[in-house]
Structure formats: structure tokens, C-alpha cells
């Protein structure tokens, strides 16, 4: 059982910046990962980063590449993810979202493999 909850999206223009943060409670698997997925109205629900929390390692959507960071504090278990250079196509609802890794491997692009989710942030870019 983890719950997560989002924060930090709002209204900005295009170009701008924004941080979400995503913190999660409750118990997890000593081997996990966590993403951010989103989702326009109408659209499917989008990869756009995750990390694995054991070592690190960051995965990015093409779309975002170069423009968003993903990062974790293990400390107060928090997942941000940085959003820079922002275009009207970043607009829509974002989701952080939780899946163990007992196996120590799992398609981390897919929403399907994830077992836990945040309620979402509404991210807008204005033009």
C-alpha cells in the first residue's frame, strides 16, 4: 500500500518553468520505481519520466528530453520533476505513479505496469 500525492502544478506561459512534486507514504518494496505519466482530455495517458529509486536512473519521453529532470530525495520520499522551456503541448493533468520491482526489472514506459497513483496536478501552458 503507497499513496501518493502531487503538487506544484498551476498556470504559466510558455517558456516558463515549473516543479511538481509527488510524496509518497505508506509501506513500499525494498526495490521500486516511480514515474510521471500525463493526460490531455481526449488523450491517452502519456509516459513522461521515471527513475528507478534503487540507483537512480532517470528514463525520459523524447517529447521532454533535455527539457524536464526527474529527481528524488530519499529522505523525505519525494519524486520532482523539473519542468523548463515549457510548450502549450506540456498541458494536461500529471500523474506520479508507483511500481514494485521484486524482480528487479519492468517496462518502466508503460502506465499498465504501475500499481499505485496520485490524484494528478493540473499543469496549463499559456501562449
Known amino acids: 500500500q503507497v499513496q501518493l500525492v502531487e503538487s506544484g502544478g498551476g498556470l504559466v506561459q510558455a517558456g516558463g518553468s515549473l516543479t511538481l512534486s509527488c510524496v509518497a507514504s505508506?509501506?513500499?518494496?525494498?526495490?521500486?520505481?516511480r514515474g510521471w505519466f500525463r493526460q490531455a482530455p481526449g488523450e491517452e495517458r502519456e509516459f513522461v519520466a521515471a527513475?528507478?529509486?534503487?540507483?537512480?536512473?532517470?528514463y525520459y519521453a523524447d517529447s521532454v528530453k533535455g527539457r524536464f529532470t526527474i529527481s528524488r530525495d530519499n529522505a523525505k520520499s519525494t519524486m520532482y520533476l523539473q519542468m523548463n522551456s515549457l510548450e502549450s503541448e506540456d498541458t494536461a493533468v500529471y500523474y506520479c505513479?508507483?511500481?514494485?520491482?521484486?524482480?528487479?526489472?519492468?517496462?518502466?514506459?508503460?502506465?499498465?505496469?504501475?500499481?499505485?497513483w496520485g490524484q494528478g496536478t493540473q499543469v496549463t501552458v499559456s501562449s
Open positions: 505513479a508507483h511500481v514494485d520491482l521484486p524482480s528487479g526489472w519492468t517496462n518502466l514506459y508503460s502506465f499498465r505496469m504501475y500499481d499505485y
Open positions: 527513475i528507478n529509486w534503487s540507483d537512480g536512473t532517470s
Open positions: 505508506g509501506r513500499t518494496f525494498s526495490n521500486y520505481a
